[in-house]
């Protein structure tokens, strides 16, 4: 009988901490999970307006402008691409605030080369920055997925490729031959999971 209570005891603590935990993921990554859910309310319209942004051809002229923006249709994400300068960690995680980071070590998009843009995937409810889950939903990206950057008075579309899961702290052949690939792409780099520094997530697209 003791036995038994225990276990019941024990099955309720482990269910508590279970619903505490999901609360407490919640709360703490709430733009991801509100990213999600608007994506999940918003879904059809979002593929419907990919359908037709996917259409553009490549280097349609748009107004003149020193910047970049990225959009990636699919997602319904459409955030400005901050040129920083800078190899320092911590200057490149302030300019997260102001969109996603292109690293200045890689290419600029539409050169021959990888250009390797940075962004969260998910940030604590009191960050400043309004990208705080700009790529939270990448890991739904598929091949064939269409990627756009305007900027320097045309628009540059990239395709889908593929996408590696990878851990930072150490030297990756897999990272190496994305970022090695013939022609002009970009990668789109977050952390993986979400709300977690654990891995990065890599996506590789090329343009067409």
Same mark, same amino acid.
């Given at each position: 009988m003791q036995d038994k209570t225990t276990l019941m005891a024990v099955k309720k603590f482990f269910s508590y901490f279970f619903i505490f935990f999901l609360i407490s993921f919640a709360i703490l =990554?709430? #733009?991801f999970v509100?990213?999600? *859910?608007?994506? &999940?309310?918003?879904?059809?319209? *979002?593929?419907? $307006?990919a359908v037709e942004r996917g259409k553009l051809p490549k280097?349609?002229? *748009? $107004?003149?402008? =020193?910047?970049f923006v990225l959009e990636i249709p699919s997602l319904g994400v459409r955030a400005p691409i901050v040129l920083e300068k800078s190899l320092d960690p911590n200057k490149i995680f302030d300019r997260l605030e102001d969109g996603v980071?292109?690293?200045?070590?890689? @290419?600029?998009?539409?050169?021959?080369?990888? !250009? *390797?843009?940075l962004g969260h995937s998910s940030a604590?409810? &009191?960050?400043?920055?309004?990208?705080? @889950?700009?790529? !939270? +939903? +990448?890991? #739904? +990206?598929?091949?064939?997925?269409?990627?756009?950057? =305007?900027?320097?008075?045309?628009t540059l579309v990239y395709e889908v490729k593929e996408s590696l899961i990878f851990n930072?702290?150490?030297? =990756?052949?897999?990272?190496? #031959?994305?970022? !090695?690939?013939?022609? @002009?792409s970009i990668i789109l780099i977050s952390c993986w999971p979400v709300g977690t520094n654990y891995k990065r997530i890599a996506v590789r697209a090329d343009l067409i």
């Open positions: =990554n709430s #733009r509100s990213a999600y *859910i608007n994506f &999940w309310l918003n879904e059809g319209e *979002i593929k419907a $307006a280097a349609l002229p *748009i $107004a003149e402008s =020193n910047d980071v292109h690293y200045s070590g890689s @290419s600029l998009p539409g050169q021959k080369g990888a !250009a *390797i843009i604590y409810p &009191w960050y400043k920055g309004k990208y705080g @889950s700009v790529f !939270a +939903l +990448l890991g #739904r +990206l598929k091949t064939g997925d269409r990627i756009i950057i =305007n900027g320097g008075g045309k930072p702290p150490f030297k =990756n052949t897999g990272l190496e #031959r994305l970022t !090695a690939a013939d022609g @002009s």
